[in-house]
């Protein structure tokens, strides 16, 4: 019973992840030249290339290469945890030369959302049970975000933790801003070329 279960759920994801990559796309990776950001987009941003790219019609983008383009179709966070997003537009290269390089084919890349840990507000257990039998039996939970949500409360911004709170745990809650640093890893969603 619990391998068809584990099957199940097991061939559901992967389902999940494959529906969430587009069948014609080619996954890049570059680093922020500029901090990213949908809460105060900018309208051109630079990325350094970490692998070759290409982009179709013998033009093949250079790894270390730096990709300038617009920051177009930005939207906002919303509810039931739907993440901020963009779409990104190169307009120009400048190779490992120094020699700029521009890109006539309009090319629509989509930022690629990092599916990474919520350390913040995982919980840790810390005790010992107190006959041995259950270890978790005097145990204290708590995430690291309490000891941070507790001085807000005693501060009087009472509010503000709650609707925190309320965005991460409920499934109508707010989804995330982008917002990424300069030197900071950054995926997009490049169309595949034939």
């Known amino acids: 019973m619990i391998k068809k279960i584990f099957l199940l759920s097991s061939m559901l994801m992967s389902l999940i992840v494959i529906s969430i990559i587009p069948a014609n796309a080619q996954v890049f990776k570059g680093t922020a030249l500029d901090e990213i ?24 983008v250079e790894k270390n290469s730096i990709i300038v383009g617009k920051m177009l179709d930005v939207i906002s966070p919303e509810s039931f945890h739907k993440n901020a997003s963009f779409t990104f537009i ?68 009472g509010k503000e933790v709650w609707d925190d709170y309320v965005n991460r745990n409920t499934p109508w809650g707010k989804g995330e801003e982008i917002n990424i640093k300069v030197n900071e890893v950054i995926y997009f969603n490049f169309p595949d070329v034939e």
């Open 90 to 157: 190169p307009i120009e290269y400048i190779d490992n030369r120094g020699i700029k390089h521009e890109i006539k084919k309009e090319i629509k890349a989509t930022y690629r959302q990092k599916l990474k840990p919520d350390f913040k507000h995982s919980e840790i257990s810390i005790g010992v049970s107190t006959d041995g039998s259950d270890p978790l039996d005097s145990a204290f939970v708590f995430s690291p975000s309490y000891i941070s949500d507790t001085k807000k409360i005693v501060k009087g911004e």
């Open 37 to 60: 950001s949908t809460k105060n987009p900018k309208d051109i941003i630079r990325i350094k290339a970490s692998r070759d790219l290409n982009l179709g019609d013998g033009v093949v």
